[in-house]
């Protein structure tokens, strides 16, 4: 009876613990909440790569150098409009970072007008977003939630495809501004 209570005991501890973070490489275009359009990459030698949804402790890769996947869309529903990055959110579309490169990429929502939902920073819990020079924001409004004192603003640096335009509104950055003619 003694080793059945310990062993109850221990399930409830291991089934009670959040996974851990990991980093997820886009790599089939089937959406974001299909575990089969996300992979673990740099996996521990000998360890199988993780195939999942996305959870707050991940950060993720979108990368048409390294999946191959050139242009991408992100389509949010009626329960979970926006998408959440860095927050502590456990459920909707969510991960801790995201880095996009070489790809183009569109949030989209088709119950707003303009089809941008918002995407969340939270820099508090060490949220962040890196969109290289090769790549395309066509949707999506960004917006900054600060509370890392070093994260001060939301910024376009060395662009190649000049300022941040938008186009019906259709891609905007929140925060405090401090580059570019276009702010």
């Known amino acids: 009876m003694k080793h059945v209570f310990i062993t109850v005991a221990c399930l409830h501890v291991f089934a009670s613990m959040h996974a851990q973070g990991i980093t997820l490489l886009y ?5 974001w909440n299909d575990p089969m359009s996300w992979v673990q990459i740099n996996t521990p030698s000998g360890q199988m790569p993780i195939q999942r949804v996305p959870t707050e402790l991940d950060d993720l890769v979108i990368s048409n ?3 191959g996947i ?4 992100f389509y949010s529903d009626n329960v979970n409009t926006d998408f959440f990055v860095g927050s502590n ?3 909707g579309y969510r991960c801790k970072s995201m880095h996009i490169s070489n790809t183009d990429v569109s949030f989209d929502n088709p119950l707003f007008v303009d089809g941008a939902p918002p995407v969340n920073i939270y820099t508090s819990n060490g949220g962040f977003v890196i969109i290289d020079s090769g790549s395309n924001v066509h949707h999506g409004h960004f917006h900054l939630h600060g509370g890392n004192p070093a994260i001060t603003d939301l910024q376009i640096l060395h662009s190649t495809y000049g300022i941040l335009f938008s186009h019906a509104n259709g891609v905007a950055l929140t925060g405090t501004p401090v580059e570019g003619p276009g702010w």
């Open 65 to 67: 150098s390294l999946s």
């Open 27 to 31: 790599k089939n275009d089937m959406g």
């Open 70 to 73: 050139s242009t991408t869309g």
């Open 89 to 91: 959110n456990t459920t």
